[in-house]
């Protein structure tokens, strides 16, 4: 076995394996496909090595040598278009113009003795026996090209104010020379004063320092299209939203236009940017979806407060929604892309529109009436169960709404919740919930389906309230009590003077997209009571400011518990306004369904 043979197999294995590996990332980038052409092309190479150095009989070697000599002529053009392709830089007629002639010059060898006379015999293998134009179209197709290239990607490091090109450009460009130097001074250098050569040109081995040098670059910095401006500019620069791109050092990598006009930024930004010192409170440590910011940068004078110009004007860029998420430009990195969008119009708008929404809380006659139609009052008769109540609404008028309704099959539907906020606003968000309820009682007997139905009947029109509720759907003849939550508080079972919290929980309603409901059932027997209660009887404060809680508060109904419903009712009742000092801050609203 011939030993040198080992040199090319070896190049062989592991460009192949270089090669395997890009190609079964399925990355689809121009750079990468460029990359895996030029692997290709010097997996051939090698494998005509191998050939020639096998000591093939007869002519098979001047024909293996002129049909494989393709593998070394175009190779010098392929690292030329990717140095092209990797810095962005415009060199499309010289790229024709070196196809163009590495064609000719392919025909030329495989058809002429031009290039290729024949070969001659060494120790290691077979070597090409140069014909008079071997010379010349050996430079010109591989030397020219690839100093060329060199010098692109070295420009291009000097040039770029980018340190994450600057790395890949040098890297590249430095390992091609070095590659170079070795193929040259092996297979052409040694030519110039003796046809033949005394030692194995190592120009095909040698071009895979290149091939791993520009492996290196394209997966060290991400398999991607690997001139950031351009990915950015060519997605984002014709949108309004601004574009930043950080690296995990805080290096700004890419800002498009919009960027910099919403945060003035300055020309010469470049290492440890940070955006707290341009958005108010910026937590740049970690990644949220969205959140609305304070654009420091923009400076405004307040005009008088409730003049006509304070009410139209709306100062540009005054307050941004930032979207974060994490990218990895580098496998081992990670960095950071902000999308900034200029909400100030909306913002204002908003703020225009709570103002008169507060001016309209005024009107609180309205509410009230708006809220004492609402409020279930007359109960159903039963001799299987009775329903006590009690309801005192805020001076402000909140939003507690409780609605019984009986339906055909005896069935009790029951909605007992709470609106945010106050006022009017409340009271017909309040009202429209009511409406929405009597709809969806006739629709389903499924307490979870109803309660999802008025969330989406109504969740494109209440935007700026949310619902905390429960829905109960009690069954008389069969004593059995189906119930959802929708973000309220548990309820209680009150069975043997002992009390006990309903089991379950669910998400508020017109606060997200899909609200995460869930039906529970409970049977219930003789003597059982079921008791809902606002947050108003909890959240009372006493003289201190202390408020008395949640947990307080049902140790004390645990304390009150007695046969009589109303009594225990107003028992709980006088303990709150007690702790309080008769000082309410909400509606307060409770609701006992008795079994009899």
């Known amino acids: 076995m011939n030993p040198y043979i080992l040199i090319p197999f070896f190049t062989l294995i592991i460009n192949g394996s270089l090669f395997a590996y890009v190609s079964a990332l399925k990355v689809k980038s121009e750079t990468v496909t460029l ?3 030029y692997s290709f092309l010097l997996f051939v190479w090698n494998v005509s090595l191998i050939l020639y150095w096998s000591f093939l009989p007869d002519n098979w070697p001047t024909i293996v040598f002129k049909a494989s000599s393709f593998s070394w002529i175009f190779i010098g053009l392929l690292f030329f278009e990717f140095a092209v392709r990797f810095t962005n830089s415009a060199y499309r007629f010289t790229i024709y113009f070196f196809r163009g002639f590495c064609l000719v010059s392919f025909l030329i060898t495989i058809s002429t003795d031009l290039v290729i006379a024949g070969t001659i015999r060494a120790y290691w293998g077979d ?30 490091g000097f040039r770029s104010s980018n340190p994450l090109l600057k790395q890949q450009s040098r890297l590249v460009a430095y390992g091609t020379i070095l590659t170079f130097l070795i193929s040259f001074a092996t297979t052409l250098l040694p030519r110039y004063w003796n046809p033949s050569l005394t030692s194995p040109p190592l120009s095909g081995s040698a071009t895979l320092i290149q091939s791993i040098c520009i492996f290196i670059a394209i997966h060290k910095y991400g398999f991607m299209d690997l001139k950031l401006e351009h990915i950015a500019l060519r997605l984002y620069s014709e949108i309004r939203e601004g574009v930043i791109l950080l690296s995990s050092k805080g290096t700004l990598l890419f800002s498009n236009l919009s960027a910099r006009r919403m945060l ?17 409170d910026f937590p740049s440590d970690s990644f949220f979806e969205r959140k609305e910011f304070v654009n420091l940068s923009v400076k405004t004078e307040d005009p008088p407060e409730d003049s006509p110009e304070e009410f139209l004007r709306i100062t540009e860029n005054k307050y941004l929604e930032v979207s974060s998420s994490p990218i990895s430009l580098s496998r081992k990195n990670r960095d950071k892309v902000y999308i900034l969008r200029d909400i100030t119009e909306k913002k204002v708008s908003l703020d225009k529109i709570r103002q008169l929404l507060y001016r309209l809380d005024l009107d609180l006659d309205l509410a009230r009436d708006i809220q004492q139609m609402i409020t279930t009052r007359d109960f159903p008769d039963s001799p299987d169960y009775k329903i006590h109540s009690y309801f005192q609404p805020y001076v402000k008028v909140g939003g507690d709404i409780l609605k019984v309704i009986k339906e055909k099959d005896e069935s009790l539907h029951i909605l007992f919740g709470d609106v945010s906020g106050y006022g009017i606003s409340a009271a017909m968000v309040a009202a429209m919930i ?16 109803n309660l999802l139905f008025i969330h989406d009947l109504l969740k494109d029109t209440i935007t700026l309230h949310s619902l905390s509720c429960a829905y109960m759907r009690y069954v008389s003849y069969e004593r059995k009590l189906e119930y959802s939550y929708g973000g309220h508080h548990a309820g209680l079972l009150i069975r043997n003077r002992i009390c006990s919290p309903l089991e379950g929980s669910g998400e508020i309603l017109f606060a997200t997209p899909s609200p995460k409901i869930q039906k529970y059932e409970l049977n219930l027997f003789k003597g ?9 009887l909890f959240e009372v404060k006493n003289r201190e400011g202390n408020v008395l809680g949640k947990d307080h508060f049902l140790e004390a109904v645990a304390s009150l518990i007695v046969e009589d419903t109303n009594s225990m009712i107003r028992s709980i009742l006088s303990y709150s306004s007690s702790y309080g000092e008769g000082e309410v801050s909400d509606d307060i609203t409770i609701f006992c369904l008795e079994v009899l």
Request: proline share 5%.
């Open 127 to 156: 070597m090409i026996l140069a014909g008079p134009l071997y010379l010349p179209i050996s430079n010109f197709v591989s030397a020219i090209p690839t100093l060329i290239g060199c010098v692109i990607l070295i420009r291009n």
């Open 528 to 536: 059982d009571r079921i008791l809902f209660y606002s947050d108003g």
């Open 264 to 280: 003035r930024l300055p020309d010469n930004v470049g290492s440890n940017f940070d955006l707290k010192d341009y958005l108010e």
């Open 35 to 37: 990359y895996q052409r």
């Open 434 to 449: 009511s409406i929405a309820f009597n709809a969806a009682t006739g629709r389903s007997e499924s307490a979870d389906k």
